[in-house]
């Protein structure tokens, strides 16, 4: 979950953010956060300093973001030299700079393309022109038209670049409006959306001289005991990210713009890797700053003085680093964090997320599962659009949730389905044998074993399907007409050293029509049980897949399960399991087909397992 830099080999990268002239800059955000870390401005990182991490890191390569405040407040004499300096390290394989977008025409172009023709530009922007309403200058002026008019500079100049979108208030229920309105500027590549939960700012910056500029006063008036008006929570923030994924989708905008974090959680899912931190297990030791000061840390979303490792002069060598990592509690303090996520279902795609995040929140609120509670919905919801595309509102279903499997495996999916709807098509005999403790399978063995895929059209369907959890596949099949791949009636294995297995049904859907059908159906099956089951048992739908081993290809399923309520123990769960199947079955014969989720309707209760 978090690998400290000395584990990894010199192949793996690290990110250098350049703070070129610290808080310096000629805009003055609302919701800055680097001016509430109150670095000294005024100095600028230097050609020395920037050789200085070539020798520090050695043959490791480096991903450097020039940063700020605005790093275009330097002279372009000075970034001449800089990107000179880049562009002679060997080991600078990549280089962004992030930019408000005010100064930027085409001298500076004209200097990038002399300087460091392969530099990434990055413009920060938040949407629309409404969704940028803390985006202002000193004067208390909007910055939105500067922007807009750098989006168009680089599109003449055939130039692409990504956008950084803050999420706040403003553009909260106008997911869609404002991803539509980000694609009509040709120039835009990539989108990544960054949450403002800043519910813990209640006091001001306050005015450096003895006036105070009308930006400061707006601020001023925007923050208060119950924290910043441009604040969202992460609830906010995760219903938003789902709706824009959504739009993304929908309108094709995936053709030409990467949407993050939906493409990071997208290839998580997927099992792929990410480079995104926050989905990766190089976080926080992989990432440093560097101030004009001299000062070097870690990554700038830490709170400073605290994230300080070292002065850069006397950075010899990255074992001067990674030493002063570990004596610093900050990162110890992230570190620990990752603790919990050893054992939450989601820790597989999610990654621990941003540690700075949770680490402020646990510091303001003493816990850091509303961060965690969000990610799990961010999983969730994606693992639906991926399912079910064209049927967006089932991503928002508070029942359904991203379970991964392993192994979960059929010999060929397709012939499987083919053969399901085709009475006609050859069957071979079952190799059907039970086990003492009534598990059902190839082997006549308790636990997880090998099963022939049988279908209604068997003539051994009715005795390939365990007792307990055959009223419940038999109107699946036939009331609902689908498919079910798998099916367990739950097993206490006494007297083995198994694990208890819990009952299950799986569902197959045909198309990402069905899929998006069955799921909203689930839900309503387990809305009308809620109160109903019996205390040591909670039913769930999970999100996960189904690889065929002919194709490899993975196939978006449905699994039903009861599993013991937080709290009981399986002695409880298999003295209520019959009653729990009864009812689940006798509901489920009375859900008819929907078109939507049930969760607005009656939304869930919460449980620790739904998170």
């Known amino acids: 979950m978090w690998r400290p830099l000395e584990d990894t080999d010199h192949a793996a990268a690290v990110s250098v953010v350049l703070k070129l002239r610290g808080e310096t800059c000629d805009v003055d ?30 043959e490791r390569p480096l991903a450097i973001e020039l940063h700020g405040g605005e790093p275009l407040t330097v002279s372009k004499d000075a970034m001449a030299a800089l990107l000179d300096e880049l562009a002679a390290q060997p080991t600078v394989h990549r280089v962004h700079l992030q930019t408000n977008g005010v100064r930027l025409d085409g001298e500076w172009l004209d200097l990038f393309d002399a300087h460091y023709p392969g530099l990434h530009i990055g413009i920060s922007m938040d949407g629309d022109e409404q969704g940028n309403s803390w985006r202002i200058g000193y004067d208390g002026t909007a910055i939105y038209p500067h922007i807009v008019n750098a989006l168009n500079l680089l599109a003449e100049r055939g130039r692409t670049c990504g956008i950084v979108t803050v999420v706040t208030p403003a553009v909260l229920g106008r997911a869609a409006e404002v991803i539509d309105h980000i694609a009509t500027f040709d120039a835009v590549r990539a989108v990544h959306l960054l949450p403002a939960f800043d519910t813990t700012v209640t006091r001001p910056l306050t005015a450096s001289g003895r006036r105070t500029s009308p930006s400061r006063l707006l601020q001023a008036r925007a923050v208060g005991t119950d924290g910043a008006a441009w604040a969202i929570t992460p609830v906010q923030y995760a219903e938003f990210v789902l709706e824009a994924a959504a739009r993304w989708i929908g309108a094709g905008h995936f053709r030409r713009i990467k949407l993050d974090p939906a493409v990071a959680t997208i290839r998580r899912l997927k099992g792929l890797d990410s480079a995104h931190c926050h989905f990766a297990a190089h976080k926080c030791s992989h990432v440093f700053t560097a101030y004009p000061d001299g000062r070097f840390g870690s990554c700038d979303e830490l709170p400073w003085p605290q994230a300080h490792l070292l002065p850069l002069a006397a950075a010899r060598s990255e074992r001067d680093v990674t030493e002063a990592q570990h004596a610093n509690p900050q990162l110890t303090a992230g570190r620990e964090l990752m603790t919990k996520c050893v054992s939450c279902p989601y820790q597989a795609v999610c990654g621990g997320g941003c540690t700075a995040t949770r680490w402020r929140m646990v510091q303001a609120t003493g816990s850091d599962d509303a961060y965690c509670d969000h990610r799990g919905r961010l999983i969730d919801g994606m693992a639906h659009l991926l399912a079910a595309p064209a049927h967006p509102a089932g991503a928002h279903c508070l029942r359904a949730h991203w379970r991964p499997l392993g ?122 049980t809620d109160g109903y089951l019996p205390a040591a048992i909670t039913a769930h739908i999970a999100r996960t897949d189904l690889t065929s081993a002919h194709t490899g290809h993975h196939h978006s399923v449905l699994n039903l399960t009861l599993t013991p309520a937080p709290g009981s123990t399986w002695a409880d769960y298999f003295t209520g399991l019959d009653q729990a199947v009864r009812t689940l079955t006798h509901v489920a014969r009375h859900t008819p087909a929907v078109t939507g989720c049930a969760c607005a309707l009656r939304p869930p209760r919460p449980t620790r397992e739904a998170r």
């Open 29 to 58: 955000c609302l919701y800055c956060f680097e001016k509430r870390k109150l670095a000294p401005g005024g100095a600028q990182i230097t050609v020395k300093q920037i050789r200085r991490l070539g020798q520090i890191f050695g």
């Open 407 to 528: 192994p979960n495996v059929m010999d060929d999916v397709d012939a499987f389905l083919a053969r399901w709807d085709d009475p006609a098509s050859p069957r071979s005999p079952a190799r059907l044998r039970a086990s003492y403790h009534g598990n059902i399978n190839a082997a006549g063995l308790p636990g997880e074993q090998a099963a022939d895929d049988l279908d209604p059209h068997h003539p051994q369907w009715g005795e390939g399907i365990e007792d307990r959890v055959w009223p419940l596949v038999d109107t699946i099949t036939r009331s609902w007409k689908a498919v079910t791949y798998d099916s367990c009636q739950g097993h206490a294995h006494t007297g083995t050293s198994l694990p208890p297995s819990a009952f299950r049904v799986g569902l197959l859907p045909r198309t990402r029509t069905e899929y998006a059908a069955l799921a909203a159906r689930l839900c309503h099956t387990l809305a009308a």
